[in-house]
């Protein structure tokens, strides 16, 4: 099925939980809205599956409007954070209840809806928890019981509110895996929001970045971090240093960071903020830009601090694991740093002061 | 062999909560003082009787509508508190509305008022000449003096017992579950049935015991509003004080002891029937 959202807002009070959002999604696509919270994506979610109506605006599904539409006519399959499931029935008639509430005449016979239940439980891989109430099941299995659920009623759109947010970490991974695969499979037209970044990226066909009840930024998780449009997405998307730097012809000069030599800034000019990323910075012994101070090694790569002598603040350097040990760096030493690639936005563009480390939003 | 006897059974006399030998001898002790000691004497005092006369005073024409009066009327009663209980609770909780305080506070006026008083406001607003009897008197519908009355006082005492207990259940409702069952095509009428009822009604159930407990025990109330016509609007308490006006302590006792049985037996099925609908949310 595919979506259409133009020009949506709606207000709660005086906040504007979104300020004229337009998206369109392609049937099959798999859609992430990543944002921090309060970023308006669970209510561009809930507006699209009919849970919540926009104060102006319009939502089609398949080319037809389908403003004047409850959930329940708009047939969109509807994952909740904390699962809703229904604690009075087994497992077995919560996935079995979108069948049994339809009206008779396109209602399955018992026999049919045995068959098509169980064959949804296989398919998330809880069938042997049939009859099993839900307040017994673990996190993961609640999650496969809503999951399964909402494909109950064959759904052309499947929609998941922060899908696997409860879930600890090694579940997490594993069901992002599964889903990515059921999508495949099953091929149905699919907007999950996320604030996790790496969630966002490692699933997505094309991530939906918002911020303030704005989109920011639309693209392949590709393009949204190899090219965010501005400091906000830049910051969203993982960890990032910010200097002050100034550009003349294309050719940018970072106080305490050298800049890889054929490195070309476009379409800037001027004093501006460098947004360098802890993996395109590198550095190397023998200079004396800044001080090694805090060593974080966590496998292949090993991420460490450097307080730069300028007194521009400490900057967040990632390097290869191998690379380090081989220029035998250590706490304490002076050293040179080199940029190799980075973006510069205009200062007004950035809120707070150009220096040190931002840690990225998605933590906060 | 002593010391590996210790090691091997280090953690059972231990529990996480402790006290346990203190607070049951205290509730035991507690109970039988408050409440086993006195029912006991109860049935002793009835036993001074010969099986035959108690059959005699338990199927006598009077005691028997007495029964019938207290609990039909109490069942009643609960009922029609428990449906409309249910809309009260519902509408506190989930709408906003100018002196919802107030209507809130008003829930809990039967538990406060001295049952006399309501039974005699009641009477005089349902009396033939009352406000609201006046009105009734022309269609031929008499509420106070007959059992009708009797209906409209144990509602009334009954009331926030439903309330109360069902109130608390809908406030930690979901409202998630309603707007799944939304999305999953169930239509409003569906939601009810099958989402909302199903988990309160063991709530319900509950608040309907409670109220149906409190009726049946009514006495202030009831006297004042019910007429105490013998076979048709006596209620079995009001029997067992005409009894002990009487000076027959056995006779009263015996049907407090019948009272008692057949209390026990419904709340007993109102517990199972609670217990049942409530299977899966353990």
Same mark, same amino acid.
């Given at each position: 099925?595919?979506?259409?959202?133009?020009?949506?807002?709606?207000?709660?009070?005086?906040?504007?939980?979104?300020?004229?959002?337009?998206?369109?999604?392609?049937?099959?696509? +798999?859609?992430?809205?990543?944002?921090?919270?309060?970023?308006?994506?669970?209510?561009?979610?809930?507006?699209?599956?009919?849970?919540?109506?926009?104060?102006?605006?319009?939502?089609?599904?398949?080319?037809?409007?389908?403003?004047?539409?409850?959930?329940?006519?708009?047939?969109?399959?509807?994952?909740?954070?904390?699962?809703? $499931?229904?604690? !009075? +029935?087994?497992?077995?008639?919560?996935?079995?209840?979108?069948?049994?509430?339809?009206?008779?005449?396109?209602?399955?016979?018992?026999?049919?809806?045995?068959?098509?239940?169980?064959?949804?439980?296989?398919?998330?891989?809880?069938?042997? $928890?049939?009859?099993?109430?839900?307040?017994?099941?673990?996190?993961?299995?609640?999650?496969?019981?809503? +999951?399964?659920?909402?494909?109950?009623?064959?759904?052309?759109?499947?929609?998941?509110?922060?899908?696997?947010?409860?879930?600890?970490?090694?579940?997490?991974?594993?069901?992002?895996?599964?889903?990515?695969?059921?999508?495949?499979?099953?091929?149905?037209?699919?907007?999950?929001?996320?604030?996790?970044?790496?969630?966002?990226?490692?699933?997505?066909?094309?991530?939906?970045?918002?911020?303030?009840?704005?989109?920011?930024?639309?693209?392949?998780?590709?393009?949204?971090?190899?090219?965010?449009?501005?400091?906000?997405?830049?910051?969203?998307?993982?960890?990032?240093?910010?200097?002050?730097?100034?550009?003349?012809?294309?050719?940018?000069?970072?106080?305490?960071?050298?800049?890889?030599?054929?490195?070309?800034?476009?379409?800037?000019?001027?004093?501006?903020?460098?947004?360098?990323?802890? !993996?395109? $910075?590198?550095?190397?012994?023998?200079?004396?830009?800044?001080?090694?101070?805090?060593?974080?090694?966590?496998?292949?790569?090993?991420?460490?601090?450097?307080?730069?002598?300028?007194?521009?603040?400490?900057?967040?350097?990632?390097?290869?694991?191998?690379?380090?040990?081989?220029?035998?760096?250590?706490?304490?030493?002076?050293?040179?740093?080199?940029?190799?690639?980075?973006?510069?936005?205009?200062?007004?563009?950035?809120?707070?002061?150009?220096?040190?480390?931002?840690?990225?939003?998605?933590?906060? | *062999?002593?010391?590996?006897?210790?090691?091997?059974?280090?953690?059972? &006399? &231990?529990?996480?909560?402790?006290?346990?030998?203190?607070?049951?001898?205290?509730?035991?002790?507690?109970?039988?003082?408050?409440?086993?000691?006195?029912?006991?004497?109860?049935? #002793?005092?009835? =036993?001074?009787?010969?099986?035959?006369?108690?059959?005699?005073?338990?199927?006598?024409? &009077?005691?028997?509508?007495?029964?019938?009066?207290?609990?039909?009327?109490?069942?009643?009663?609960?009922?029609?508190?428990?449906?409309?209980?249910?809309? /009260?609770?519902?509408?506190?909780?989930?709408?906003?509305?100018?002196?919802?305080? /107030?209507?809130?506070?008003?829930?809990?006026?039967?538990?406060?008022?001295?049952?006399?008083?309501?039974?005699?406001?009641?009477?005089?607003?349902?009396?033939?000449?009352?406000?609201?009897?006046?009105?009734?008197?022309?269609?031929?519908?008499?509420?106070?003096?007959?059992?009708?009355?009797?209906?409209?006082?144990?509602?009334?005492?009954? #009331?926030?017992? /439903?309330?109360?207990?069902?109130?608390?259940?809908?406030?930690? *409702?979901?409202?998630?579950?309603?707007?799944?069952?939304?999305?999953?095509?169930?239509?409003?009428?569906?939601?009810?049935?099958?989402?909302?009822?199903?988990?309160?009604?063991?709530?319900?159930?509950?608040?309907?015991?409670?109220?149906?407990? &409190?009726? /049946?025990?009514?006495?202030?109330?009831?006297?004042?509003?019910?007429?105490?016509?013998?076979?048709?609007?006596?209620?079995?308490?009001?029997?067992?004080?005409?009894?002990?006006?009487?000076?027959?302590?056995?006779? =009263?006792?015996?049907?407090? =002891?019948? *009272?008692?049985?057949?209390?026990?037996?419904?709340?007993?099925?109102?517990?199972?029937?609670?217990?049942?609908?409530?299977?899966?949310?353990?």
């Amino acid at each position: 099925m595919s979506i259409e959202v133009k020009n949506v807002s709606r207000v709660y009070g005086s906040f504007a939980a979104l300020n004229n959002v337009s998206l369109s999604v392609k049937k099959g696509e +798999l859609i992430a809205l990543l944002g921090p919270s309060g970023s308006g994506k669970t209510t561009l979610l809930r507006i699209i599956a009919g849970l919540d109506w926009p104060d102006a605006g319009d939502i089609s599904l398949n080319g037809k409007s389908v403003i004047g539409e409850g959930a329940s006519e708009r047939g969109v399959g509807f994952v909740f954070q904390h699962y809703a $499931l229904f604690k !009075h +029935l087994s497992v077995f008639e919560n996935v079995a209840f979108g069948l049994r509430v339809r009206p008779r005449a396109t209602r399955p016979s018992n026999d049919e809806i045995k068959d098509r239940v169980m064959r949804l439980l296989k398919l998330v891989q809880i069938d042997w $928890l049939a009859d099993r109430s839900v307040t017994q099941l673990s996190g993961g299995q609640r999650q496969r019981v809503a +999951l399964a659920r909402a494909l109950a009623i064959e759904p052309e759109v499947l929609m998941l509110d922060e899908p696997f947010g409860a879930l600890d970490a090694k579940v997490r991974l594993e069901l992002r895996r599964w889903m990515r695969r059921l999508h495949e499979e099953m091929g149905m037209t699919t907007i999950f929001v996320t604030h996790d970044q790496e969630e966002a990226m490692e699933l997505a066909d094309r991530v939906v970045v918002m911020g303030q009840g704005k989109i920011e930024q639309i693209g392949t998780p590709q393009q949204i971090y190899g090219h965010p449009i501005n400091p906000f997405v830049y910051e969203f998307l993982g960890q990032v240093n910010r200097l002050p730097c100034t550009v003349a012809g294309g050719v940018a000069t970072i106080p305490g960071v050298a800049v890889e030599p054929s490195f070309r800034v476009r379409q800037f000019d001027g004093p501006g903020v460098a947004y360098i990323r802890p !993996h395109d $910075l590198e550095a190397t012994p023998g200079k004396d830009d800044g001080v090694v101070r805090v060593l974080a090694p966590s496998g292949p790569t090993i991420k460490f601090e450097v307080e730069l002598k300028n007194g521009n603040g400490s900057v967040e350097v990632q390097m290869n694991t191998g690379r380090f040990e081989a220029l035998k760096i250590a706490p304490g030493m002076s050293v040179g740093l080199i940029a190799h690639t980075f973006k510069v936005f205009d200062p007004s563009q950035v809120d707070g002061e150009a220096n040190g480390t931002t840690s990225s939003a998605a933590h906060a | *062999m002593t010391f590996s006897l210790f090691k091997s059974n280090p953690g059972s &006399r &231990r529990s996480v909560i402790p006290g346990f030998g203190i607070t049951l001898g205290l509730t035991i002790t507690w109970l039988s003082l408050i409440v086993l000691i006195p029912l006991a004497g109860l049935f #002793l005092k009835s =036993a001074t009787l010969s099986f035959d006369q108690i059959v005699a005073i338990l199927t006598s024409p &009077r005691t028997l509508s007495a029964l019938r009066v207290s609990f039909g009327i109490s069942l009643g009663a609960a009922a029609i508190n428990a449906v409309f209980g249910v809309i /009260v609770a519902w509408i506190l909780v989930r709408y906003d509305f100018p002196f919802k305080r /107030v209507a809130d506070a008003f829930v809990d006026i039967p538990f406060a008022l001295p049952t006399a008083v309501a039974g005699i406001a009641l009477t005089s607003l349902y009396a033939p000449n009352g406000w609201i009897g006046s009105l009734l008197e022309p269609l031929g519908i008499k509420v106070a003096f007959t059992p009708l009355g009797i209906l409209v006082a144990l509602v009334f005492i009954g #009331l926030p017992f /439903v309330v109360r207990t069902v109130q608390p259940v809908i406030e930690d *409702m979901d409202k998630e579950l309603e707007e799944a069952a939304t999305a999953l095509g169930a239509t409003r009428r569906q939601i009810i049935w099958r989402v909302i009822l199903p988990v309160i009604f063991p709530s319900i159930a509950t608040g309907f015991a409670l109220a149906f407990a &409190r009726a /049946v025990g009514e006495y202030g109330s009831v006297i004042f509003i019910a007429g105490n016509l013998p076979l048709v609007s006596e209620i079995a308490p009001l029997l067992i004080v005409i009894r002990l006006n009487e000076f027959a302590y056995a006779q =009263a006792t015996t049907i407090a =002891a019948a *009272m008692l049985v057949i209390s026990f037996v419904l709340l007993f099925i109102i517990n199972l029937l609670q217990r049942w609908s409530a299977r899966y949310a353990r």
